[in-house]
């Protein structure tokens, strides 16, 4: 079975600290990871996407890692800000059948605090 | 503006009192889905489409009804709503479900 397992649960960090939040998953045939943020209260939004021959993509502060040997992702963000509290969401996609649906893993997300 | 929307924001509702959610897109995209959150939970996946005339069961599809009779819209369906629908909804769409998705605001249910 599909899952993807993100750490920590949870977060709290001082504004302009850097953090690191980990993605794992056990997705096969593997096409693509995702992460999203999601404001409270509000829908997903996309960060950065990776692909399997990508190992590192930044997107302002944020930097998303992948290894694909081991699995796991890695979303960096610098100099934190006080908007950065959100939770972040890791979504993995198999390349089982390009015309299934049924091929989206969710994890179940990182809630990040960002104190003043 | 490309957007994903859904109606209504909030809803509170009794036991067995039929409702539906509405969720429309305007990026032409084929793909659309429905999901719920709860807490602890993360996105749970209720019931996608692929194209007009196209929808299949998710993950957690018992209680719910959708239909995809235009590409801009993807209605969730609760004809007998339960204490345990109580949830955070969320409508997405992409052009391909293995593509970005754009989610809606959300539709915060609640079923005494």
């Known amino acids: 079975k599909n899952q993807v397992e993100q750490s920590p649960q949870s977060l709290i960090i001082l504004e302009g600290k850097n953090c690191t939040l980990q993605?794992?998953?056990?997705?096969?045939?593997?096409?693509?990871l995702r992460w999203y943020k999601q404001d409270t209260g509000r829908g997903p939004v996309s960060l950065t996407i990776?692909?399997?021959?990508?190992n590192t993509k930044s997107n302002g502060r944020y930097t998303a890692t992948l290894d694909a040997d081991t699995k796991q992702s890695s979303l960096h963000i610098t100099a934190s800000q006080l908007s950065d509290s959100a939770s972040y969401i890791c979504?993995?996609?198999?390349?089982?059948?390009?015309?299934?649906?049924?091929?989206?893993?969710f994890g179940s997300g990182t809630q990040l605090t960002v104190l003043p | 503006e490309a957007q994903v929307t859904q109606n209504p924001r909030y809803l509170i509702t009794v036991t067995g009192k039929k409702l539906t959610v509405t969720c429309s897109q305007n990026?032409?995209?084929?793909?659309m889905s429905w999901y719920r959150q709860d807490p602890g939970l993360g996105l749970r996946q209720i019931y996608y489409?692929?194209?007009?005339?196209?929808?299949d069961k998710g993950d957690v599809p018992e209680g719910y009804k959708v239909s995809r009779k235009e590409k801009r819209n993807f209605p969730l369906i609760l004809e007998s709503p339960s204490p345990n629908q109580t949830s955070l909804y969320f409508c997405?769409?992409?052009?391909?479900?293995?593509?970005?998705?754009?989610f809606g605001s959300g539709t915060q249910l609640s079923v005494l």
């Open positions: 997405a769409s992409g052009s391909k479900p293995y593509e970005k998705l754009f």
């Open positions: 993605c794992n998953y056990t997705v096969s045939p593997f096409s693509n």
């Open positions: 990776m692909t399997f021959s990508e």
């Open positions: 979504v993995v996609s198999s390349a089982l059948n390009s015309g299934s649906a049924r091929q989206l893993t």
């Open positions: 990026m032409n995209h084929e793909y």
């Open positions: 489409s692929m194209n007009v005339e196209v929808t």
